[in-house]
């Protein structure tokens, strides 16, 4: 460890020389870190090393050799190599913890919404509608079909021509669901009432693939090319109300638009 330390590619010197004083402030760089510290001159003197641990500084004392011939190496406390080892160690147990707990979350959400349907397309204040024939009788439903509850997603009502609010219901028998989600694939998009309605599940999956989707719709806006999301998450593009391509992920559509492609 101090060998691989001691190296020029592990420790940058600073030659500052204050007024009247013969002092040097040394930098080391250690797994993407720096440390600074102040180095006496001439003989084996001792510097003094602070840097944070735990919330506090930690002092560390130094030893350096004469700097004067710029040969004699730097050789640095037993005590900073342990402080050293400390700190990865608690990174490593961090990101250990946090990849658990993001793990953890993940299931969460997804049993919390596993039986949860996104609707999009329905306009703002016809909530009261039956929301069940959007799919009867296409879709084979069983005797005991019950929605356990509906809801907009929270936010303020878009104002007319914006993007409505997308509409979530809770099948309470997840075969009813399931048969929902074929139906709606297989006819997608359903048109109610002059509306185009898009079902998809409310998935925490499909939810991370749309928002993978967000900066290409933004460039997509910037250059005025029309497109539109559609089911599980993919994005069509559309010129003269043809449907010209289709990307099922967002690396996809920056290759078509760095390609410059045109129909």
Known sequence: MVS?????????????????KRWWIGVLKYSGRYFVFRLSVGGYRRGVCFYRHGGRSVKVAVYV??????????????????????????????????????????DTEGSSSRNDICLVGI?????GMEV???????????????????????GTIP??????????????????QDAILRMASMQ?????????????????????RHKSFGKV????????????????AGLKVI?????????DAPEEAWEWLEAGTRW
């Open 65 to 106: 050799g004469s700097f004067r011939h710029g040969r004699n190496p730097i050789c640095f406390s037993a005590g900073l190599f342990a402080a050293i080892r400390t700190l990865q160690a608690e990174v490593h147990q961090l990101k250990e913890k946090n990849a658990g707990l993001h793990t953890w979350l993940e």
């Open 239 to 247: 010129a003269e109300g043809l449907w010209l391509w289709f990307f």
């Open 159 to 176: 104002k007319l021509g914006s993007r409505l609010r997308p509409l979530l219901a809770r099948i309470l028998n997840f075969r009813d």
């Open 123 to 127: 306009p703002e204040k016809e909530e």
């Open 132 to 154: 069940g024939c959007l799919w009867k009788p296409d879709a084979e439903l069983s005797t005991q079909f019950v929605i356990e509850r509906a809801h907009r997603v929270p």
């Open 188 to 208: 997608h998009p359903l048109h109610i009432a002059n509306h185009k309605i898009w079902i998809s599940p409310d998935a925490q999956e499909v939810q991370v």
């Open 4 to 20: 691989l330390l001691c190296t020029v590619s592990a420790v940058l010197l600073i030659a500052l020389v204050a007024p009247r």
């Open 217 to 232: 719709q933004g460039e997509f806006q910037r250059r005025n090319l029309q497109y539109t999301m559609i089911f599980q």
